[in-house]
């Protein structure tokens, strides 16, 4: 066997391409840190690339609460549900599950909802930073969101949960009639009541978003490796990153930052995370398929409409399955069904089809924090639906962590040791 080909020196090695990886690349790299970003595949080609594009920054209640505990049992086994296991993959889901019902229990929604609202107001102001000092202004829309309801008794149902935003700190105004329409024109007549969320920002295309930020990360010295992370050794003068080819890297600090790949490099580091895949489906129309004026939710069927510059993308729902699990696009094309019946204007014709995963935790919380087994490599992943959202967040906390620096937040509840 041939010696190791190393690839040189960084002060951060960040594994993980996506919007997280990249994000914390250029705010370590404008902190003068050499960093190296390993991407296994394309950056910004997984779950950063097909998401809805929202910075969902009043979305702070976790998918983990009291009330999925009576949805639930109805959704994961309806395989086109807004939350579905496929019967093969449940026996490895279930540790998974146990957990996301603990974490349901109300002695731990208090919790988990305060901090996931630090973290995304949090969030909310370093986007602002961020997208500004990348020169990125220009790709961020400040149209809100709008979730949408179909009966007065199902809007009423969500009065508890839009308190407790409301009291964190969220902006939101309850509409109707006149003012529903003038949010969004053509729904349909089923749609009675909704919810405005100026807060709510949506940029024109995930994946041109975060390729545009990795260039300005490039231009601030970055470099990008492509290859899978194969092993990480420690020892006193860093961290020694193994690539699958057999190269070879040497940093001072490493970055997990892989998604729902990540689960197998912290199980060699003695931490067995429960964060697993749960893919998302959508469809993108061409541009002018509908005139839509902002994102619209629909809640009880786990989706979104989100208006790009790319087209219209009708996309969401949680399914818990492994990698190499049987793709089921019926989970898309149900989608596009009910949204048509939601938009009657809708033109379906000519749409892509996508599926990605996410990492999910079963908690909701991000795993944000320094490995067990060294303080030289730390932990940024698990941040399900909110990747987008808590990027520019989690790189201002792992740059602050590496620099030893004290946090703005408290960072505790997101610590990898909670489990």
Known sequence: MGKARSQGNADVAIIGGGIIGIATAFRLAQAGRQVV???RDAPANAASRGNAGAFAFPSILPLASPGILFKAP???FDPLGPLSIPP???????????RFFRASMPDRIEASTAAQAALNRLSETETA???REAGLDHLVRHDGALELYESEAAWRASLKSWERCEKAGVEIEHVEGARLAELQPGLSPRLVKGVFLPQWKTVSDPRDYALALLEAARARGVKLVAGAVSHL???????MVTLEGGQTLKAA???LAAGPWSSKLTALLGDKLPVTPERGYNTTLPPGSFDLKRQVIFPAHGFVVTPLATGIRVGGASELAGFDAPVNYKRARNMLDKAAGFLPGLKREGGTEWMGSRPSMPDSLPVIGRASSSPRILYAFGHGHLGLTQSAATARLITDLILERTPPID???????RF
């Open 37 to 39: 970003l390993i991407e």
């Open 74 to 76: 109805k959704w994961l």
């Open 88 to 98: 093969a993959e449940f026996p490895k889901v279930l540790p998974w599950l146990l």
């Open 129 to 131: 930073t961020l997208t």
């Open 233 to 239: 050794a420690v020892s006193t003068e860093g961290v």
């Open 253 to 255: 600090h490493a970055v």
């Open 411 to 417: 960072i505790s509840p997101f610590r990898p040791g």
